[in-house]
């Protein structure tokens, strides 16, 4: 009657009274699949399992609630050991374990095509990067302008002087001349 929440608790009340019963840990943890409930599920369900490792209807339960935590490999590995202990189980085979193994390819799949998508991301990036020549003649020429104006700067001894308050001086140093242009707080800069 959909009445999940009150078989939860007659579920607990019967685990109370008979806790090594792996049938009520199966039930419950069908309900708790129906309530969407899938960790809690699938800890019921693997109650259920370690109490009866040979119920075959355990492991099914645990292969769907492993299913809907999204853990593929080992919902494939439960519907295979129900399939070991109950071969002739035509549910099993035809919905679950081949579900199972539909959503298993869909998933490498995904994996594959990220892959490649990532793969192709890298060489997108390594493809826009350009290669810059560090030694064609116009980079060496302009360091060797730069080099040059430096060089005539440093010779003519000047200097440029940013205040505190903002103004940029720049000031042209005598020879024989050991002073500073005025005593503020001043940033030298070629």
Partial sequence: NCRYREAIQKWDEALQ???????????KSQVLMSLHEMFPAVHAAEMAVQR????????QTLG???LGLGEI????RSFQVSLHIFPMNPEVWKEDLSW???LHEQQKAAKSKAVQAQAKGKEVAQASIPDYDFESDEIVAVCA??????KALSEAKTVVIVSA????????EKENSSS???ESIFIRAR
């Fill in 100 to 102: 199972a193994r539909k």
């Fill in 17 to 27: 009274l008979t806790p090594d019963d792996a049938t009520l840990y199966e039930m």
């Fill in 145 to 150: 302008a730069i080099a040059e104006k430096e």
């Fill in 180 to 182: 500073t242009p005025d």
């Fill in 64 to 66: 769907r609630a492993q």
């Fill in 73 to 76: 490999a080992l919902a494939i």
């Fill in 52 to 59: 009866n490792p040979r119920s075959w209807d355990a492991w």
């Fill in 165 to 172: 308050s903002g103004t940029v001086e720049t000031v042209t």
